[in-house]
């Protein structure tokens, strides 16, 4: 992470860059306030992050807008964080839209790790052109109430969206998830794989809606939200929905809510694993294929590290 | 006489709130081979689970002392750590946690609690593939999920191979035989001879005398009711399948 630059105190503090753009090679894209532009045929290699520290106590909301659009034929990382320095009470609406051309490919991860005090609002609206990619996760662990709403608009055929998302809940942490995937045109797919691990007494609800519309056919969709409860007074709600408007489409939906499997458990203890590893392999193993999309792997062991220390 | 390893006196035992061992007896010494053969129902499976500390069984009377230790303060971990081991009749599957990864960790979990340092990538990829040969298994298994989607013999040669990295002193094999191919039996069989420890002992509890032909058991102990009925060497295993555990009611 040391190649990166971030810059805070700034009351919209954005920031910051690739290490090859901090160094004054071509630009290889623009940014006009807060909009991010990858020109077309441009392929960027090294992930850009985007560092959003907030370490005011603000008594409003903070609001962040930015659209990032990957023009025709282009393709990038773009890793979003959210954190603060130190402890603050405040509030962030932060919005974002995004726009994918023609085969445009966006490997996208964006990261909340707020204080304990912290609102974080974040809505999310991805627009999909033909043959375009989105490979995306959203990783929720921090703030004391939390709301992610995504909405997803698949425009033209053959475009193709995964989303992962992973919430890790603590305390009296709340947090809410909407999502809504509208497949508006045929030959488009989707997939989204939802986990949230609920520990204490906090409370997660997930409400998942894909809609398959009336000119939608030959429409994959794929959407699974699964819910681990470790402790006995966690919550976890969930409501996976499909509205599906034409017959020629494969669409599947699912939810579970569970606690750790107590077989499971004794089978890596018997074998001389302690209790909290054993734990913490079964924890791993529930939440990793939320965290699949994940780009580049270097990324993973450090958004572990980040999970656990929590 | 050899040192005691396992020692039970009049457990009785159960799951929850059903009594099913009812005055179980059984002494075990290093080097020695026992057989427990029952009908089901006869509380052999229950006696295992007990064995390796699986939670909800409750003990009424008696005691199990392993080695110097009372069995049933000890935690599963611990006494996997003081070298028990339970190979199981349903391996339970763990998906999303690779099977070198279980091994790795178990190993060297097992290995810190003697104070030994653990093993690094290279020395345990080599350990395990060397027993793995032995078993005659794919080494395709290694990658993938615990027990996920495994073959019945997949299953049983994956929990000795467990028994043959963890090097137990005293390895339970609840049913180990049970759902093999003769060819699997035997690989399972040899897999089990060579990694016994001469100062350890086994315990075996099948169903089937078939087992016997390939390891030689010193006592057949016969389990009906919750207790242990008749006891003798491999002549019993051999009258038994002769003519089935209703003989023994009639003595």
Known sequence: ?310 | MNQIILDVKNLHAGINDTVILQGLNLTIRAGEVHVIMGPNGSGKSTFANLLARKENYTVHQGHIRYLEHDLLALSPEESAWLGLFLGFQYPVAIPGVTNIQFLKSALNAVRKSKGEPPLDAFDFLKLVKDKMQLLEMSEELLYRSVNDGFSGGEKKRNEILQMALLNPLLAILDETDSGLDIDALKAVANGINKERRIDGAILLITHYQRLLDYIKPDFVHVLSQGKMVKSGDKSLALELEDKGYAWLEGQ
Not at chain 1, 131 to 143: E, H, K, M, V
Not at chain 1, 144 to 152: E, I, P
Not at chain 1, 239 to 264: F, K
Not at chain 1, 279 to 287: D, G, K
């Open chain 1, 1 to 310: 992470m040391e190649r990166f630059l971030i810059a805070t105190h700034a009351k919209h503090s954005f920031l910051f860059l690739n290490g090859k753009l901090a160094k004054g090679s071509p630009a290889l894209f623009s940014k006009d306030n807060e909009e991010w532009t990858i020109p077309k045929n441009t392929h960027i290699e090294d992930p850009i992050y985007l560092i959003y520290v907030q370490d005011l106590d603000e008594a409003s909301p903070t609001p962040r807008q930015k659209k990032l659009i990957l023009q025709e034929q282009s393709r990038a990382t773009i890793v979003e964080y959210y954190i603060n320095l130190k402890a603050t009470h405040s509030i962030i609406h932060a919005t974002t839209t995004i726009e994918l051309h023609p085969k445009a490919e966006l490997t996208h991860l964006v990261l909340q790790k707020m204080n304990e005090e912290c609102q974080h609002i974040s809505e999310m609206q991805l627009e999909q052109a033909a043959f375009s990619r989105y490979c995306g996760t959203a990783i929720l662990l921090g703030g004391k109430l939390n709301q992610l709403d995504f909405v997803s608009n698949l425009n033209q055929p053959q475009a193709n969206s995964s989303f992962g998302i992973l919430e890790y809940t603590k305390c009296q942490q709340h947090q809410n998830i909407n999502l809504t995937i509208n497949h508006h045109t045929s030959h488009c797919e989707s997939k989204t794989v939802a986990r949230s691990v609920a520990n204490d007494h906090s409370k997660s609800n997930f409400t998942g809606k894909i809609i398959v519309h009336k000119n939608a056919i030959k429409s994959k969709a794929a959407l699974e939200n699964k819910n681990l409860l470790l402790s006995f007074e966690a919550e976890a709600k969930t409501c996976p929905q499909l509205e599906i408007y034409n017959e020629d489409v494969q669409c599947s939906h699912g939810a579970t809510v569970g606690h750790l499997e107590r077989d499971a458990l004794f089978y890596l203890k018997s074998r001389g694993i302690p209790e909290q590893e054993a734990r913490q392999m079964l924890i791993s193993a529930f939440i990793s294929p939320g965290l699949q999309n994940i780009q580049p792997p270097e990324l993973l062991n450090h958004i572990e590290t980040l999970i656990y220390d929590a």
